[in-house]
């Protein structure tokens, strides 16, 4: 078998079956690992792994002679066990360093230095965890040095050795913080209950300090949210902090305290002697400030209140109002306040007081009524009878108050005011004057707007008032030299439309500010009339142009052409695009591509031409999507190409076409093979091979006047496309002339 090793093939051959049966697969070197299983001695062990270490039993002989060895140290280890020196089981650990035996060591050096911080001998040997209790408890408790065992054995012993030792290490330092960090550290261990009692045997000592307070706050978090269980004694520690720091609040007896204590515990049984003990202070805070609403909110609470601090209380707080009532009355009270505080007190002790205060009222009724004739004001006489409702005089008052309240809204404007008084006063003898006020105002209003207008229908509609105004004759003479106004301005306006000399008008408008039409609509018409006169230009220019070439007179060739208009030439570059444009009027307005503006960032439009690079306005664009136009505004001066008219260009004839794409200016002549209309537009198709149109570009005559602007090819309308080869496309100017007239117009 071709599997079978080479001490199998020579047992077959030789017919050796014994040593065929040896042949059967077994694992490696186990002969010699149950040798040493056999013997059972470290030796042993480390012998068969040193060996053969790839065995795969060699680990296990390891382990096992590791074991022994440390069973060995464990033996041992009883020699030292009583040592009472340190540094002696320090030894033995170094010399043994197997887990049982250093934390048995451990423990024990543990007992040594709990002995000897225990016998505070002056002679001992300065060690980390001997040096004091809380060295200790640091040592043993709080660091790494001595971890909880795996063991379960081992582990019994830890607690059982350890643990005694830290809980009386811990009483003899008495620290809550120290308590609640061994809780913390050691949840499960065996000593935690007899830990917790001392902790909270510690919390009770604090029941009465709000800094103890904070610490079971911290004692029961970490109850809730370590242990993720309740505090078997909550409800008995929380009370007995209600007890405790009831006593501290009522010795500082500040508010502050009692509602720091009334928000921490809302359940105490002591919360009404708290609530009325804020009652008390809050008494005398009032008492303090004079605060009579306070006090009097706080009688009717414990007006009812059988007990003597509240009834105390309130005795005390009627007689502050009492004397308080009694002070403002006498000494600065109205006369309101007055008569109510003889009515108040007419059968108590302050009744003696009654005749100085109706002097005091007399007295003021004469002040009161002097200073109020004396003023003559609607105010001074309503303040009197607000004071002296039932005085004597009040008949004689009333007069005087209706024709103070008639003059003062005479001499104002606000008629709804006036009519108010009328309406309360219907048969007052102040009426007439009242009504001829109304009048007054009425026709200053009519008057106002009639100049401001300018207009005649404000005063007409005085003048068709029932019954007549008082003012029929000035509104009449008005009328009559708003009228005038309005023939001159319309005459001066017809001259200047008439011969366009917007000069002569302008200079006639700023001579004429008297007029009301020339102060209000001059500037305005002036410059509606210059935008007409602009477009009737634009309109005269494209209407009367002509295409062919009079007698004499040589075409224009490209190259002539592009001299001509090469600085009206703009390139347009957006976010979106670029093309070329071209300027049409000198303030600056400039016709191109809507391709190229639409929807694009305003504030990365940019035209160059000339040499020069400035940013741009989108004034118009095309609404319809097949008419790829709009106008721009550059804020500059330019000499602009002159209109031509498309509709007398003739077939065949030839037009040139200029381009720019950035400093870049080029022409090309082409030939005109028909004009096609698509919809509302007229498109010019040329034959010209030279001219990229993707960059756009305009189209000229033979007399360099603009006709068309080119289009992209993917923007021409399908409907006008020729089947013939190197075809542009340009909208007619014609077609563009609505939207360059309502640039012009500002629209």
Request: glycine share 4%; hydrophobic share 40%; aromatic share 8%.
């Amino acid at each position: 078998m071709a599997g079978q090793c080479k001490v199998c093939l020579k047992a077959m051959a030789a017919g050796a079956l014994v040593v065929v049966a040896a042949c059967v697969s077994v694992p490696r070197g186990e002969d010699a690992f149950r040798r040493a299983e056999r013997a059972n001695t470290t030796r042993a062990y480390e012998q068969f792994a040193d060996s053969d270490p790839a065995s795969p039993m060699a680990a296990e002989a390891r382990k096992r002679a590791l074991q022994l060895r440390e069973n060995e140290a464990m033996a041992l280890f009883k020699g030292v066990e009583t040592a009472t020196k340190a540094s002696i089981v320090e030894r033995f650990m170094r010399d043994h360093p197997y887990p049982k035996v250093r934390t048995l060591a451990k423990l024990r050096i543990a007992e040594i230095d709990y002995s000897e911080i225990e016998k505070q001998s002056p002679f001992r040997a300065t060690r980390d965890g001997n040096g004091s209790w809380p060295g200790f408890i640091n040592s043993y408790a709080l660091s790494d040095y001595l971890p909880v065992p795996e063991d379960p054995q081992l582990r019994e012993t830890y607690y059982r050795k350890l643990h005694p030792l830290l809980i009386n290490a811990l009483t003899q330092v008495n620290s809550f913080e120290a308590w609640v960090h061994y809780l913390a550290t050691y949840p499960e261990n065996p000593y935690f209950q007899q830990a917790a009692e001392q902790a909270e045997k510690y919390l009770a000592t604090e029941s009465d300090k709000w800094e103890g307070y904070e610490m079971l706050k911290s004692y029961l978090a970490l109850y809730d949210e370590q242990f993720k269980r309740s505090c078997p004694n909550r409800e008995a520690l929380i009370r007995k902090f209600q007890d405790g720091l009831v006593g501290l609040v009522e010795k500082e007896a500040t508010m502050e305290q009692l509602d720091r204590y009334l928000q921490t515990f809302p359940d105490s049984p002591h919360k009404k002697r708290i609530a009325l003990l804020k009652d008390h202070i809050a008494f005398r805070e009032a008492r303090e400030k004079s605060d009579r609403a306070t006090l009097k909110t706080l009688i009717e609470r414990h007006k009812n209140d059988p007990g003597p601090l509240a009834q105390s209380d309130v005795r005390e707080a009627i007689s502050f109002l009492e004397r308080a009532e009694h002070q403002d009355a006498i000494a600065a009270g109205t006369p309101k306040d007055l008569r109510a505080f003889k009515e108040r007190y007419k059968d108590t002790d302050y009744s003696k007081l009654i005749p100085d205060i109706d002097q005091r009222l007399m007295r003021m009724h004469n002040q009161l009524l002097n200073k109020a004739k004396a003023e003559r004001t609607a105010v001074g006489y309503q303040r009197f009878l607000e004071a002296f409702p039932d005085s004597p005089e009040k008949d004689d008052v009333l007069r005087r108050l209706e024709e103070a309240l008639f003059n003062e809204v005479i001499a104002g404007s606000d008629r709804d005011r006036i009519r108010a008084v009328l309406a309360r006063h219907p048969s007052s003898p102040f009426r007439e004057k009242a009504l001829n006020r109304i009048d007054d105002i009425d026709f200053e209003e009519e008057r106002t707007a009639a100049v401001n207008e300018p207009s005649t229908y404000p005063l007409k509609r005085y003048l068709d008032r029932r019954p007549p105004g008082n003012h029929v004759t000035e509104a009449e003479t008005l009328i009559a030299k708003l009228n005038q106004h309005n023939a001159d301005y319309l005459a001066q306006l017809q001259r200047a439309r008439e011969t366009g000399n917007l000069s002569r008008l302008s200079s006639w408008i700023v001579d004429n500010q008297g007029n009301f039409y020339a102060a209000r609509n001059g500037q305005r018409d002036l410059d509606t009339l210059k935008r007409d006169l602009a477009v009737q230009q634009l309109v005269s220019d494209l209407t009367t142009t002509l295409s062919v070439q009079s007698h004499g007179v040589l075409p224009v060739i490209p190259s002539r052409a592009l001299n001509e208009n090469s600085q009206a030439l703009a390139f347009v570059e957006t976010n979106t695009g670029s093309s070329t444009g071209f300027f049409f009027r000198r303030d600056g307005l400039l016709l191109t591509n809507a391709r190229v503006v639409r929807n694009a960032d305003p504030k990365r439009m940019t035209v160059k031409f000339g040499g020069r690079s400035l940013p741009c306005q989108v004034l118009s664009v095309a609404e319809a999507t097949g008419d790829d136009l709009a106008t721009l505004h550059v804020d500059a001066t330019v000499d602009p190409i002159p209109m031509g008219n498309p509709a007398l260009l003739v077939p065949n004839e030839k037009v040139i076409c200029l381009a720019t794409h950035g400093a870049k200016v080029e022409s090309a002549e082409g030939t005109l093979l028909a004009i096609r209309r698509a919809g509302n537009t007229d498109w010019l198709v040329i034959q010209c091979a030279k001219i990229n149109a993707a960059l756009g570009g305009v189209i000229v005559n033979q007399k360099a006047r603009a006709v068309g602007l080119l289009v992209r090819p993917d923007q021409v309308n399908p409907a006008v496309k020729e089947n013939v080869p190197d075809c542009i496309y340009a909208i007619s100017i014609q077609s563009a002339l609505p939207l360059m007239e309502k640039a012009i117009r500002g629209q």
